[in-house]
């Protein structure tokens, strides 16, 4: 099962205990007085959480400067949170309680505003307006007060406590997990429960008939709290916050009050069927009772208006739209693709994620942006490129996992081999990931493309090619989202994807007059990248070595004026000079371009084994078949090629090509 899934299904279970906690508590309430009920319940849900907190090492201890918050918030709730709670019960019925105590996160906003200059949104303002509302249609019952007023002042103060400890929540340092934080915060509250209990209800406990089963029923019912409201329930919710993060996972409490009035309801239809079974003289079917313990309809219309109200407050207007834009980008991959790709992705246990040789921001950008999503589905995901990649791109998240292959070639062979579904990205030809090529093509595995270079060239199971696109790293982004997992995609992931299009549009300098483009942009920075700070890690992290070395071939530059070209060449003499490294001639062969009537650069760099050639060229001049002559290829403005004949053969040819065309 999903992980979402598993967390939505935790998620619902805790609502429904807790929804259920106000009925258990009614029920508790009748033979218990109020802080002998919680304290009961507080200590034994104390302990297991204790038990479950020492048994997998959550627990951590607090430190001395940090008490004070605890004691604090510990007062505010537990302990003033549930007195008030459990002595309302005694006033309302439970659907008003838990109706009234959801108002505590459509409330807490307005605090946060006041005492932590928090923003406020409209729409907050706005949900709690419904929501009171919908509170004076239960409790204002045909215009006569349905409640107790003291019962819901009562409430209402176990609101504001509730709220407190949210705010004084937050002072507590986030090193402590929440398990930490619950436990000690129930221990400290028993400092005030303990002596309210004995100052207040001792003669009420002393009087308890413990051989009566009534009393034994509520004692169970407190039992059942402690594990299911405060234990249980507690730890489904938190496990599904860290899932699905807290905005999303609270959108869950709206559901509370409904299945508190559910539950009541089945209750008393199931004790009114009783009474009826027990005098016999009536005859009276389920169905009747189930009629008769039916809540007012004013009272279900306003528990609906109170749940509207709920979630109006948590919208989120700009967020909405945004998620609307991105779900309205021009659907340029076709539909059967992303269907086709969605079953191979579920059906795969092992994916191959490769990028081509010589690494670049774009390929590091598409194969690690999907990795990181592939991650979160729970797949067995592996990125491959041939060779290693330069060090400006060694911030970028999941870096560190990216297996290359050069530098433990009888792995890389056993990882391809256990593939059952390969992308090949940001590369059109097999001949651009070098030792992975013959693997790849015997792989049985299935396999899919994600490029925008002209002319794909693979056997593939899927093809999604588009050479319009500024890069495969923004091809991915409209993958992920076609596939429905927008709001999936991880700030890790983003900052990946970005990476990418900025890369291979020279910061947004060159093939980047797609407006699509900049929504995505926008779509990015909202999942929090940091667009600056990526620029500057990728742009300006040079050694002196390479900036010496761009002066030196900016003198060295030849401009061939007949045919408006400009060729920089650095032989391995002169590389060696300049200490050069992986990705040092990066952005080299796009400067001559600055120059005006050059609209052509080309970069040939002597490697160890062969002669490397880069081509840049502005506007409608091609490049890309140009570097054909030279075995490669690449965009129309951006190509790149090879020659294993000598420097001299090399250039002589290169110029023949320029001049020709
Ligand atoms: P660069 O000049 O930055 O190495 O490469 C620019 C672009 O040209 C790359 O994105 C890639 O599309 C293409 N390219 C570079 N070298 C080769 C090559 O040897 N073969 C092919 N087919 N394309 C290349
Ligand atoms: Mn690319």
Redesign the pocket.
């Known amino acids: 099962m999903k992980k979402q899934t598993i967390a939505i299904i935790a998620l619902v279970i805790a609502q429904i205990f807790w929804g259920a906690s106000y009925l258990m508590s009614d029920f508790a309430l009748k033979v218990f007085p109020a802080a002998t009920l919680v304290s009961i319940r507080i200590s034994i849900a104390a302990v297991v959480l204790g038990i479950v907190g020492l048994v997998t090492g959550q627990l951590k201890k607090i430190e001395f400067r940090d008490w004070k918050y605890f004691l604090l918030a510990a007062f505010a709730e537990p302990f003033v949170y549930f007195l008030c709670e459990a002595e309302a019960l005694n006033h309302v019925s439970p659907t008003i309680a838990s109706v009234m105590l959801s108002f505590i996160p459509l409330l807490t906003p307005i605090f946060a505003f006041f005492f932590l200059k928090e923003k406020v949104t409209l729409m907050n303002v706005l949900g709690i307006v419904v929501s009171v509302v919908g509170v004076l249609m239960i409790i204002l019952d045909g215009g006569e007060l349905s409640a107790d007023v003291l019962g819901i002042l009562l409430l209402f103060i176990a609101v504001l406590a509730s709220i407190v400890y949210t705010l004084v929540l937050r002072k507590i340092p986030e090193r402590y997990n929440t398990l930490t934080v619950v436990f000690f915060m129930f221990c400290t509250s028993l400092l005030f429960f303990v002596p309210t209990m004995l100052v207040r209800e001792l003669p009420q406990v002393m009087a308890i008939d413990w051989a009566a089963d009534n009393t034994w029923n509520a004692f169970g019912a407190i039992v059942g709290l402690a594990l299911s409201a405060s234990c249980i329930a507690f730890l489904f919710f938190s496990y599904g916050v860290r899932a699905i993060g807290p905005t999303r996972a609270n959108v869950f409490n709206n559901i509370q009050p409904g299945v508190t009035a559910i539950l009541a309801w089945i209750i008393g239809a199931i004790g009114l069927y009783q009474a009826a079974l027990q005098c016999e003289a009536i005859d009276k079917s389920f169905f009747v009772c189930v009629k008769e313990a039916a809540p007012e309809w004013i009272m279900i219309l306003g528990i609906v208006v109170v749940v509207a109200g709920m979630f109006i407050s948590q919208m989120n207007v700009k967020q909405q739209i945004l998620k609307f834009k991105v779900i309205m980008l021009s659907k340029i991959i076709k539909e059967d693709y992303i269907v086709q790709s969605r079953r191979f992705i579920d059906n795969a246990n092992k994916i191959l994620l490769t990028g081509?040789?010589?690494p670049?921001g774009?390929?590091l950008g598409a194969t690690l942006g999907l990795y990181h999503l592939l991650k979160q589905l729970g797949k067995d995901v592996i990125v491959m490129v041939p060779n290693r990649y330069p060090a400006f791109f060694s911030w970028m998240p999941g870096i560190d996992k990216v297996f290359v292959m050069e530098e433990n070639k009888t792995e890389a062979v056993k990882v391809i081999k256990e593939a059952d579904l390969i992308f090949c990205m940001?590369?059109?030809?097999l001949?651009?990931v070098n030792g992975m090529k013959p693997l790849i093509e015997q792989s049985k595995a299935k396999k899919i493309l994600i490029d925008h270079?002209l002319d794909p060239n693979i056997n593939c199971d899927v093809v999604i090619s588009h050479p319009e696109v500024s890069s495969a790293s923004e091809l991915v982004f409209r993958f992920m989202c076609r596939m429905g997992f927008y709001q999936e995609v991880s700030l890790e992931s983003a900052e990946c994807i970005y990476t990418g299009m900025m890369t291979?549009t020279g910061g947004f300098t060159y093939n980047s007059n797609n407006p699509e483009i900049y929504i995505i942009i926008k779509a990015l920075l909202e999942k929090g990248v940091d667009k600056d700070a990526i620029y500057n890690k990728v742009f300006h992290t040079y050694s002196e070595d390479r900036l010496r070395l761009l002066g030196y071939c900016l003198n060295k530059m030849e401009i061939i004026p007949e045919c408006n070209a400009a060729i920089i060449v650095l032989t391995q003499e002169e590389l060696q000079r300049f200490n050069y490294k992986v990705g040092d001639t990066?952005g080299i062969?796009n400067m001559p371009l600055q120059i005006e009537n050059v609209n052509k650069s080309v970069?040939v760099r002597e490697d160890k084994t062969q002669i490397?050639?880069?081509?840049?060229s502005q506007g409608d001049v091609a490049v890309?078949t140009m570097?054909?002559k030279?075995?490669?290829?690449?965009?129309k403005n951006?190509?790149?090629?090879?020659s294993n004949q000598s420097m001299a053969e090399t250039l002589d040819k290169l110029r023949r090509v320029l001049i020709n065309g």
Do not use: C, M, P
Request: aromatic residues 8%; proline residues 0%; glycine residues 16%.
């Open positions: 081509h040789i010589s670049d774009d390929s940001d590369y059109n030809t001949d651009r270079h291979d990066e062969v970069l490397k050639l880069s081509f840049r890309n570097a054909e030279f075995g490669g290829g690449g965009h951006a190509a790149g090629g090879e």
